[in-house]
Each structure stands twice: as structure tokens, then as C-alpha cells.
């Protein structure tokens, strides 16, 4: 079977569970990768034997990097540091991929220089039925800024990426414990167009209680308005792109300064109204 020199990065939290499934859908792959390089965030229950028992049956090669609970981003920096080759995939421990998922990305990806980043679609379940996405879910092609600012339409488990992007964009914001993805997608949307593969390649389920978008979904908004405005102070905006993350910056601000209002939070959706009114006066 041929291989292809991509590093898989699977950061994993408590998934014992899950993780099997997640690793056997990358060594299943009809092209292979590498390696895979599985970080343990720290976990708790028997992931480490887990890892253990795959490992001697895994013809792809393993590498295995426990930590302790840094989050997520610490642990996917962890991965990108200690991967040998230059690119780059991601799988998260709950998700799972197609057979021909690395074979039609690579084969698309390698022949398309001027895209230093690619992803697909994804199939959604809940409770093990189908999701059909909403209009404004669906992953795009080419320069997807806009849609990026207004919400995450990359799945991390779909990317495929140049490593060397982040010696120019920076590593995943080690300080956020959600929205990271976001974070990392505005940065390089506004330097990149992204290449799609517009077919379903990943498994993604949802609902569970142990995934970040349940346990931080009240502090999302937070986390994006901050992203946007370090990107806002990163002065790599050309200047349409400034006025699109400007839009978004007020709209996501007055959403959640409404809701701080309406839930007897006052002085915080005053402090962003204020942070607002303070880019619209000096910039």
C-alpha cells in the first residue's frame, strides 16, 4: 500500500471509548499516512492501555505523547511540533473518516499549489441519525473570510494543511478552551483561499456532553468577538477585509451585549458596547 508523507494529529481527552474507531479509520486508509501522533490530554480512564493494545497491531506508525490537561490547543501544538513531515491533518477522537478520505484530498491537495489548505465536507449524525446541514454549514471554496468571521464552517477533522502556515499565521491560541478552530480560521482566511473537496469524507456525531461546543457554548460568543478583535489589532487586514470584520465584530457584540442585558448582566454588555464604540472612534 502506498504512503503519503502527511502527519495525523489526534489530540484526545477521556474518549478510551472512541478513540479505537478514530485511529482504525486512518490505518484503514487506501493511501496512508506516515504517521499518526496521538496526544493524551491528561486522561483519566484507560486511555493509555487503549493506545497501548493499538499500537501493536497498527502497521502505521504511532507516536504517543501524554500530557497533562493543558486543552486542546495545547495538545494539537503539541502534535504539530513533534510531526516530521510537512503536512498536516487533524482528526479529532469523536470523529472518524472515510476509506478514500487522505486518497482524494492528497491527490487534489498536491496538485494544487496555490491552495496551501484543504477540506471537505462532512456527514453529520446525532444519536447515530443523519443531520441534514443548513444552508450556511456548508463548507466553501476559494476566499471564504466572510463566511469564516460569521461562524466555523471548517471541520477541524477535514483540514489538510502546509505545516509551514503556521510558522506565518501562529500555533492554535492556547489561551482559548473553545473556538480555537475559529480562531485559526479567521487568521489564515485572510491570507489564503481555502480548496474544497465537496464531498462528504468525515463522520462527525454530535450531542454528547463531553464535546467543548457543549460544555462552552454560553462562553462561544465571547471567545469569537475576541478573536476577531485580535485579528482587527493584527494589521493584516487589507482594507474590505477590515470593513467585513468590523460588521461582524458589531453584530456578534450586540448580540451578546443583548443577551448579557436581558440576563441582568449589565455592566459586562456595557464594557462590550464600549469596546465596540472604541475601534469605531480611533480606527
Known amino acids: 500500500m502506498s504512503t503519503c508523507p502527511v502527519s495525523v494529529i489526534i489530540p484526545t481527552y477521556n474518549r478510551a471509548a472512541l478513540l479505537p474507531r478514530a485511529i482504525h479509520s486512518v490505518c484503514k486508509q487506501s ?3 506516515a504517521e499518526i501522533i496521538v496526544i493524551d490530554d491528561g486522561s483519566t480512564d484507560n486511555t493509555r492501555d487503549v493506545l497501548k493494545a493499538i499500537k501493536v497491531q497498527s502497521k502505521t506508525p504511532i507516536v504517543t505523547i501524554h500530557t497533562d490537561n493543558n486543552g486542546v490547543s495545547a495538545a494539537r501544538n503539541l502534535g504539530i511540533k513533534n510531526a516530521r513531515f510537512d503536512i498536516i491533518t487533524f482528526l479529532d477522537s469523536d470523529d472518524h473518516w472515510n476509506r478514500k478520505k487522505i486518497e482524494k484530498q492528497y491527490q487534489r491537495f498536491n496538485c494544487q499549489d496555490q491552495y496551501p489548505i484543504c477540506h471537505t465536507r462532512e456527514k453529520w449524525l446525532r444519536q447515530g441519525k443523519h443531520l441534514n446541514q443548513k444552508l450556511k454549514h456548508l463548507p466553501r471554496h476559494g476566499d471564504i473570510f466572510s463566511q469564516c468571521l460569521e461562524l466555523c464552517t471548517v471541520g477541524m477533522s477535514t483540514v489538510m494543511l502546509q505545516k509551514s502556515l503556521f510558522d506565518e499565521v501562529g500555533l492554535f491560541d492556547e489561551s482559548m478552551n473553545c473556538c480555537e478552530d475559529y480562531d485559526l480560521w479567521v487568521r489564515l482566511s485572510c491570507r489564503y483561499e481555502f480548496l474544497l473537496i465537496d464531498t462528504p469524507l ?31 489589532d493584527s494589521g493584516c487586514l487589507r482594507p474590505p477585509q477590515y470593513e467585513l470584520a468590523m460588521k461582524e465584530f458589531e453584530r456578534k457584540i450586540r448580540i451578546f451585549s443583548n ?7 449589565d455592566e459586562t454588555g456595557n464594557e462590550y458596547l464600549q469596546l465596540y464604540r472604541s475601534y469605531t472612534h480611533e480606527k
Do not use: A, N, P, T
Not at 202 to 217: F, M, N, P, T
Open 259 to 265: 443577551g448579557c442585558f436581558k440576563h441582568g448582566r
Open 202 to 232: 468525515i463522520v462527525k456525531e454530535g450531542g454528547r456532553e463531553d464535546q467543548l461546543s457543549h460544555i462552552y457554548r454560553l462562553g462561544m460568543d465571547e471567545k469569537r468577538i475576541y478573536s476577531i478583535k485580535k485579528l482587527l
Open 31 to 33: 493511501l496512508s499516512c
